[in-house]
């Protein structure tokens, strides 16, 4: 048996669940460590709407793989993993890139300390890259369509990833910048079922979204760069409404306005690892409820 970490898994997920379809299977009963210097339960709950593949899992290594679900075009994934994932049970953790962006994109919204990280925690980085078929963005459901393609290569991909090297699966977690927050948005409500806490860049909520698990009161990073943060829209605002919407719902959320406008706070990567890693699944109330660790952001408020 692989050794648990308190690790995060951040993954980007599109709807699914009884109404969009997948193949589910109950969460398995697993252990999940306390995070040192949190208040974080020693007995985490375990999320309940796993996947299981539909398709052929490839064996997972550093680099770009293929993953095949039914019913959907086969997608490439830049996976970024050691061989610590053979022994141990990591995070994982889906990012989601920009409009005329690219998977690789993950380096700098995530950061290349925090990936090092992850990989020697066990667990893997994956970044899908987009279907032309999406349209105008890269995402489908950010460019207004209903097909749920994305959600589906991220329930592959976590499910080829349980299957085949094993994962922490209360520490899945989604990250993304601009069309990349949004879906990650999208994710986090769609997939609430096993999203144990987000980040977006320049993301937010532009209308009402479905939740797959309204019992799992994920937590979410939530930044825009300001009045100046427009492109096609004002990502002050759905950021804000996306904060407004699961503060309503009794769900931990911190808004951070970095002032920069469209672009990803690099100098916040390390303080975003910290606070995914600080928000397991299922845990309630935040250890960040009673006030921001000083190694927070200046320009967040909870």
């Known amino acids: 048996m692989k ?54 899992c490839p064996e997972f290594k550093d680099g770009t793989l293929t993953f095949q679900p039914a019913g959907v075009a086969a997608r490439s994934v830049r996976i970024w993993m050691s061989d610590a994932a053979k022994t141990l049970d990591g995070p994982l953790v889906f990012y989601w890139h920009g409009t005329g962006s690219q998977p690789t994109e993950a380096t700098t919204g995530i950061g290349t300390t925090q990936i090092e990280a992850i990989k020697a925690q066990g667990g893997i980085v994956a970044a899908p890259a987009h279907d032309p078929a999406a349209g105008t963005f890269p995402w489908f459901y950010v460019s207004s369509t209903s097909r749920d393609d994305d959600f589906r290569v991220a329930d ?37 079922g096993y999203i144990a806490s987000v980040a977006t860049y320049s993301g937010g909520r532009t209308s009402t979204i479905p939740t797959q698990d309204p019992t799992n009161k994920f937590a979410a990073m939530i930044f825009h760069g300001g009045s100046s943060d427009q492109v096609v829209i004002n990502f002050q605002t759905v950021s804000q409404n996306y904060y407004n919407d699961l503060k309503s719902k009794s769900q931990f959320a911190m808004i951070c306005n970095h002032g920069r406008g469209h672009s990803i706070p690099t100098d916040a990567r390390a303080a975003v690892w910290q606070f995914l890693q600080a928000h397991p699944f299922g845990t309630v109330p935040s250890p960040y409820a009673g006030g921001l660790p000083s190694t927070m952001p200046s320009y967040c408020q909870r």
């Open 3 to 56: 050794k648990v970490l308190a690790a995060a898994l951040i993954v980007t997920v599109s709807a699914c669940g009884g109404e969009e379809g997948g193949s589910w299977s109950g969460a398995e009963d697993s252990a999940s460590d306390a995070l040192a210097g949190t208040s974080a339960s020693l007995a985490q709950p375990s999320p309940t709407f796993l996947p299981k593949p539909t398709g052929t």
């Open 156 to 192: 592959e991909i976590l499910a080829c990833a349980i299957q085949k090297v094993g994962i922490n699966v209360s520490r899945i977690h989604s990250m993304g910048m601009s069309a990349g927050g949004l879906n990650t948005t999208h994710m986090s409500y769609r997939r609430s």
